[in-house]
Every structure is written in structure tokens, then in C-alpha cells.
């Protein structure tokens, strides 16, 4: 499985972002995929999860503003992100986990919010 990440970029507080992940390769047996996040000297936290049965769970400081979403068709996953704080501020990853436990990582795309 391969995971290529984008969509990032600097945006106002506030302000709205979509990141996209698309996947290629074996996307037959991804079970489930996520959004981690990433700041310099902290370790990387999960932001939002979505199953392959579409059940959803968000991070407590993003629940009501993020919204993960994926489109099977287009082996695609979104991240929707809305109402902007400085502190979302991070190298944003896409994540997917296989039935087997296979493990994959895209790079990361950056998101930066401005005061």
C-alpha cells in the first residue's frame, strides 16, 4: 500500500484546509485508516480514524471541528478541517492499517495557522 498525502498549507485562524490522502496498490485490504499529526519535539498523536465500515473517532481537541471522510471509489480519504487554531499547527500524516496488521505511512503534509 502506498499513501501520498496533500493539501496542506498556511491558512489564517479561523480559516478551513481539506487534506486528502490517496492510496494505490493493495487497497483491498485496508481496514482501517487515520490522521496523525506531528510537532516539532512531541511525539506523533492520532488526530481522527475511519473504518472501513465508515465508524469514525476523533481526538478530543478536534472533535466538532474535523471531519474524516473517504471516498472507496477514488481510494481516497479527506480530512476536513474547519475553525483553525495556532495549535493545529503540525506536520499532518495519513496512516493505514491492513486486515493482516500490515502498517503504512504517507508523508507528511505540513499545516501551518497564523494568528
Known amino acids: 500500500v502506498q499513501l501520498q498525502a496533500s493539501g496542506g498549507g498556511l491558512v489564517q485562524a479561523g480559516g478551513s484546509l481539506r487534506l486528502s490522502c490517496a492510496a494505490s496498490?493493495?487497497?483491498?485490504?485496508?481496514?482501517?485508516m487515520d490522521w496523525y499529526r506531528q510537532t516539532p519535539g512531541k511525539q506523533r498523536e492520532v488526530v481522527a480514524t475511519?473504518?472501513?465500515?465508515?465508524?469514525?473517532n476523533y481526538a478530543d481537541s478536534v472533535k466538532g471541528r474535523f471531519t474524516i471522510s473517504r471516498d472507496s471509489a477514488k481510494n481516497m480519504m479527506y480530512l476536513q478541517m474547519n475553525s483553525l487554531k495556532p495549535e493545529d499547527t503540525a506536520v499532518y500524516y495519513c496512516?493505514?492499517?491492513?486486515?493482516?496488521?500490515?502498517?503504512?505511512w504517507g508523508q507528511g503534509t505540513l499545516v501551518t495557522v497564523s494568528s
Open positions: 475511519i473504518t472501513r465500515g465508515d465508524g469514525t
Open positions: 496512516n493505514a492499517w491492513t486486515f493482516d496488521g500490515q502498517n503504512y
Open positions: 496498490g493493495r487497497t483491498f485490504s485496508i481496514n482501517r
